[in-house]
Each structure stands twice: as C-alpha cells, then as structure tokens.
C-alpha cells in the first residue's frame, strides 16, 4: 500500500473535522455533511510542517461562511501545516471532497500522486482547491498539498467565519502544542483584518492518531 503525506493548512488541521472526510458525516460546527472516503481508516501519523509560502483566505465556503484559506507556494512567508499520512487513495478521496465531488473509483489523482509532480505541481481543474503541490518530502514520502490556482496578490481577501477559525485555531494546537497567544498572534500576520478573533478551544483527543508537537528541520517541508 502506498502512503502519502497530506499537508493540510486550514480546518482540516484538526483532526475531527478531517475525520468527517475520511469517516462521512458533519464536521464539528459545519454545515454539510460529506460521504466519506473509501477507506475510512485514520490517518497512521501526523506531524507538523512548516510550509515556505503565504496563507490569505479568499471566497466564500459552503461549509462554513465566510473566507477559505489558500497556500500559495511561490510568495514568501510562513505558514503553519499538519501533515497526515495517508494512502495514495485517501487523499484522492479528501481532494475529491474538496473539490465537491464524490470519492470513486479509478480517481485519477490516485494514480497522479504516486509519481513525483512535473515541476511540483499538478492542475486537476480550474476551480478551488484543484491545483495539487508538491512541498517536500519527509522520510522519503512526499508532502502533498492543493490549493487554488490563483496567488495571494490576484483575489479580493475575505474574512473567515469565528468557526472556521475556531477549527483551524484547534488544528494549530493539537499538532503544535501552540497555546492561546501563541495561535492568535498567527491569525494577526494571516488574517486581512485581524480586529475580531474568535477564542481559541482546548485541543480533542482522536483515535490514534500521534502527533510530534516540536518541531525539527525534519520534519519541515522541504525538496529533498
């Protein structure tokens, strides 16, 4: 079976919300329900990874209200990640979710994923979230994120929902061990306009999954 690293950016950095596209069902505070993947067994780790790139949420999400966050790989800057290790066909299935499609059989992205991305990158679409980037690898396994196809400097900035940046806020310290200051001060140098922000829950337990809370020059994305 072969394994990839899914990097994720925004709300699926918590681990319950993630569960939702894995195992079918609701997320924690969303509004949609999604179908799940074909194989619904957790993710077998999860690290944290630094991404070399900007974060700038944009549009409107259908789960939530409000901005949803974007990486854009080729404007400097720093963004914090959680990466989960996944099968080549789990991550298919999350991306389809994403994308607002439902997870099948014979989804090309499965068989895209398994070799490395010509220049890094794989466009799947036009739309949010159908550009695939390779961000490094760790252990030999590429870190694999999507995003949209446009940068930071070419879409209007949107402010996210207190729930999303709830979610996002829990992410950030189940995989981080980050404390409150430490989470609000990120959603300063990342928000378009920071003068609300929501209380940052305690992170949850969920089933195995473990997570390095520090983290080493191993473990950041990075080309091997």
Do not use: C
């Amino acid at each position: 079976m072969s394994y990839v690293w899914y990097v994720s950016y925004g709300s699926n950095m918590s681990a319950a919300r993630l569960a939702a596209y894995l195992e079918g069902g609701r997320p924690p505070g969303g509004s949609r329900a999604h179908p799940g993947a074909r194989d619904r067994t957790p993710p077998a780790r999860s690290i944290p990874v630094d991404l070399p790139g900007s974060l700038y949420f944009a549009g409107e999400s259908r789960q939530w209200g409000g901005g949803v966050a974007y990486y854009d790989h080729d404007t400097p800057g720093f963004t914090a990640a959680r990466g989960y290790l996944v099968t080549a066909g789990q991550f298919a299935d999350i991306a389809a979710q994403e994308m607002h499609r439902v997870p099948q059989e014979g989804d090309p992205i499965e068989e895209v994923v398994l070799s490395p991305l010509e220049g890094g990158r794989h466009t799947a679409g036009p739309g949010r979230y159908e550009t695939l980037v390779e961000v490094g690898r760790h252990e030999g396994i590429p870190l694999l994120t999507f995003t949209s196809p446009h940068g930071v400097d070419h879409v209007e900035h949107t402010h996210p929902s207190p729930t999303y940046l709830d979610t996002i806020g829990l992410g950030l310290r189940e995989s981080r061990g980050w404390d409150e200051e430490e989470v609000v001060a990120y959603f300063e140098r990342v928000l378009p306009d920071p003068a609300v922000l929501p209380a940052v829950p305690a992170p949850r337990p969920f089933g195995e999954i473990s997570s390095d809370l520090v983290v080493s020059k191993s473990s950041r994305a990075r080309r091997d």
